[in-house]
């Protein structure tokens, strides 16, 4: 039996808040169409919550573009890239939802029968828009600090999975969010490699709304990264990260980090490489720096304290020479 991408998947315990569908195909096994122009959900939450929003799916236009928003504020913007056709878009979000009825549209500027473009599938009636192979909302789920079951990625919200190098998650301009529940046995620490979107890039990390804090990181190359201790009397239960980036000066030139997919680049605050909050080792690792100099002064106690024992049972029992001079006169 075929697994069904069902378009919109509601997981529990939001299986029950759909109000309505607009602008869709009928549902395939692999998912959904929109039609004409714009498609829309909507739902209805009886209290305020916190919403995991994730899709995933194709353009299959020239120069096609689709705005994605929510409540009428746009959260997703994607673009066929030149001379393609079907290209990937996918974004995951973690929104803070008021209760109430919700309303996510989906919006492209050309389709399969607009009497303006060239039909990409000319046999088909239907006014076809973009593919959504993935159309889901459920609560976050967080795993515990060093759980090896759960991939890094998972808990990392505001970011385009798939879009450019399995290499990295790129992330919105308003930066990334990171869930992690801390049972409070051992101090949690940040590790981070961060690719900057322009050279000499900061980091900033806000812990559950507090204010901003400087991640460390070399001045210079593409790459941050570090590992930052989290506060000692961190309560056990969710925490939330917040890893933001400076606004970038009109002189520093974007990398082209998303060339060649429907990601604008302007899109794109930085990429990520590797995000995660780690329980602290009980016995700290020695900094790579500095390696070689540990070894070096722990052989040479090792080496001190070997000969100090030899010392001891080859001369250790002997008595000083004037010591046996003294007791032969005696004697």
Excluded: C
């Excluded at 309303?103 to 029968?113: A, D, H, I």
């Excluded at 009397?233 to 939330?240: C, F, K, V, W």
């Excluded at 680049?265 to 690792?285: K, M, W």
């Amino acid at each position: 039996m075929s697994t069904v991408n069902l378009i919109p998947n509601l997981a529990p315990p939001l299986q029950n808040t759909l109000s309505d569908l607009r602008g869709f195909s009928v549902q395939e096994d692999w998912g959904r169409w929109t039609l004409g122009s714009q498609a829309e959900v909507v739902f209805d939450l009886e209290r305020p919550q916190q919403v995991v929003l994730f899709y995933e799916g194709a353009l299959p236009l020239k120069e096609q573009t689709l705005q994605v928003t929510l409540d009428g504020r746009a959260v997703g913007s994607f673009r066929q890239p030149e001379g393609q056709l079907f290209q990937p878009f996918a974004q995951k979000l973690l929104l803070s939802l008021p209760a109430g009825l919700h309303r996510l549209k989906f919006t492209t500027n050309v389709s399969n029968r607009d009497g303006v473009t060239p039909p990409f599938a000319p046999d088909d009636h239907r006014d076809l828009g973009v593919k959504l192979s993935a159309l889901t909302l459920q609560t976050p789920s967080v795993g515990p600090l060093g759980d090896t079951a759960t991939d890094w990625r998972s808990p990392i919200y505001n970011v385009y999975p798939h879009l450019i190098t399995p290499a990295y998650l790129p992330a919105g301009k308003d930066g990334v969010a990171l869930l992690f529940l801390h049972n409070a046995d051992r101090v949690p620490a940040l590790k981070y490699s961060l690719l900057r979107a322009f050279p000499a890039q900061t980091f900033q990390v806000s812990l559950d709304g507090g204010p901003p804090r400087s991640l460390p990181g070399a001045a210079g190359g593409h790459l941050v990264q570090g590992t930052l201790p989290l506060p000692p009397t961190l309560s056990p239960g969710q925490h939330r990260l917040n890893i933001t980036s400076e606004a970038r000066g009109t002189a520093s030139p974007r990398m082209e980090i998303t060339a060649r997919t429907t990601l604008p680049n302007g899109e794109v605050g930085f990429a990520v490489q590797y995000l995660s909050v780690q329980p602290t080792p009980r016995f700290p690792d020695v900094p790579l720096g500095r390696a070689p100099l540990a070894a070096a002064l722990a052989l040479v106690l090792a080496l001190a304290l070997l000969l100090g024992l030899l010392y001891l049972l080859l001369f250790g029992t002997q008595k000083p020479a004037s010591q046996r001079r003294s007791a032969e006169s005696s004697a």
